[in-house]
């Protein structure tokens, strides 16, 4: 993943439960219909079979299209699997660890809630990307957003590409735009009857 030009880029993430039979067709009609920056395999299983089914076949959409694709949480198999790296979901904790055991050139990711210090420790461990979320009211979680004056203050003063996820519409994107580097899109495109239409409206609403 690289800094966002002008606009913000897409990091797409995949249902926590999806069929195989059909879900990389469809990943690829939306990888096809709009410029993808990442996509996170973010399966909610714990079988070690599925996940790795799931990857091999979401690799090869993705890599055929030069999009990387990082795996949420599983950093045994991003080297095992041929993934780009992984998305760390407990801040800056792991942050120093795993960018060790993976090296350099992989992609380390870190989810930070709406917490600037753990946004910046992870940065400063050398976390690829910080994400903040949810943005948008969700019933899940513990009620905590990410506030547009988080993103405002870590676009002026922070270096490490942000990522803003969780609950967004177009409403909240176009707020953002001016301030993140990557907007993590998941379920707002998924659980639409056209995944592909609505990520291009969300695209529209990026300024893209």
């Known amino acids: 993943m690289s800094d966002a030009q002008d606009a913000p880029q897409i990091y797409l993430i995949t249902p926590s439960e999806f069929d195989l039979s059909t879900y990389p067709d469809q990943l690829a009609a939306c990888l096809d219909a709009t410029e993808v920056a990442c996509v996170r395999l973010?399966?909610?299983?714990k079988d070690d079979l599925r996940i790795s089914k799931a990857a091999d076949a979401l690799r090869e959409v993705t890599h055929a299209r030069d999009v990387?694709?990082?795996?949420?949480?599983?950093?045994?198999?991003?080297?095992?699997?041929?993934?780009?790296?992984?998305?760390?979901?407990?801040?800056?904790?792991?942050?120093?660890?795993?960018?060790?055991?993976?090296?350099?050139d992989a992609i380390v990711g870190s989810f930070c809630g709406n917490s600037r210090h753990d946004g910046m420790t992870a940065g400063e461990l050398g976390a690829d990307y910080v994400s903040?979320?949810?943005?948008?009211?969700?019933?899940?979680?513990?009620g905590r957003q990410a506030e547009?004056?988080?993103?405002?203050?870590?676009?002026?003063?922070?270096?490490?590409?942000?990522?803003?996820?969780?609950a967004l519409d177009a409403d909240l994107?176009?707020?953002?735009?001016?301030h993140t580097d990557f907007f993590g899109i998941g379920d707002e495109v998924w659980a639409q009857d056209d995944p592909v239409s609505a990520?291009?409206?969300?695209?529209?609403?990026?300024?893209g």
């Open 42 to 45: 973010a399966l909610g299983t």
């Open 68 to 104: 990387a694709l990082v795996i949420d949480s599983h950093i045994l198999m991003v080297e095992r699997l041929g993934l780009d790296g992984v998305h760390l979901p407990d801040g800056a904790r792991s942050v120093k660890k795993v960018r060790k055991e993976l090296g350099p």
């Open 132 to 142: 903040f979320g949810p943005v948008g009211v969700t019933p899940l979680g513990d």
């Open 148 to 166: 547009l004056e988080l993103f405002e203050w870590w676009s002026l003063m922070i270096e490490v590409p942000v990522v803003a996820e969780g």
């Open 173 to 178: 994107i176009r707020a953002l735009a001016p």
């Open 199 to 207: 990520l291009r409206d969300l695209r529209v609403a990026m300024g």
